[in-house]
Every structure is written in C-alpha cells, then in structure tokens.
C-alpha cells in the first residue's frame, strides 16, 4: 500500500480520537458510543502506525518505542481522568500535551537514545 494512504488513514484515526475522548470528557448519558469511537480509532491508528514503520524499515527505534508507550497511556485517559477525578482543564492540558508529544515525535523522528 502507498505510505500516504497510511498517513491519510492514520490521521483520520487521530480525528476519531479526538471526537472519541472529547464526548468522553463531556460525560453524559451518551458516553458508550464515544468510547467505542475511541476504542476503534486506536486500533486505527496502531494499525496504520505499525504498517507506516515496516513500510518506511523504521524497526523500533526509540522515538517508536515512546510513541507505542504514549499511545497507551492515550489509550488509558478516560479511566486515568475518572479516577483521579482531574478537573476539565487539566484534563484537556494533558491530553493535548500527550498529543503535541506525539506529533512532534512522529514528524522530527528524533533519535532519544
């Protein structure tokens, strides 16, 4: 497959994610749906983030190491803001703080150790 049909997929997943844990943190009656949109948006992005590091012969470097490890902890927010009952606010500084991180890793690929 084309990489960039890999990255189109990838941040369509990331889109996903965001819908998925943004109707998460607004709580509410409705919230099954978004973790389902959450919990398929990650298997999204694994997906498309494995296949990107075989096309591209990445093998596990560390930058993909942090990112696989930033991913799950992505993947744990919803239980991690709920039982540390963080408020709103810092519940999103760290959620978009976690994804800049992310972003930053997948575009300058730096080398970490």
Do not use: C, E
Request: aromatic share 8%.
């Amino acid at each position: 497959m084309d990489p960039i049909i890999y990255k189109i997929i990838h941040l369509i997943g990331i889109s996903a994610l965001a819908l998925g844990m943004g109707g998460m943190l607004a709580g509410g009656p409705n919230r099954k749906p978004f973790a389902i949109l959450q919990g398929i948006a990650l298997l999204v992005m694994l997906i498309t983030g494995f296949g990107m590091v075989a096309k591209f012969h990445y093998g596990f470097q560390s930058f993909v190491i942090v990112k696989i490890v930033l991913w799950l902890v992505i993947g744990m927010m919803p239980v991690i803001i709920r039982k540390l009952k963080l408020p709103l606010g810092a519940s999103l500084a760290l959620s978009l703080t976690l994804v800049g991180l992310l972003a930053w890793l997948g575009v300058m690929k730096p080398v970490l150790w």
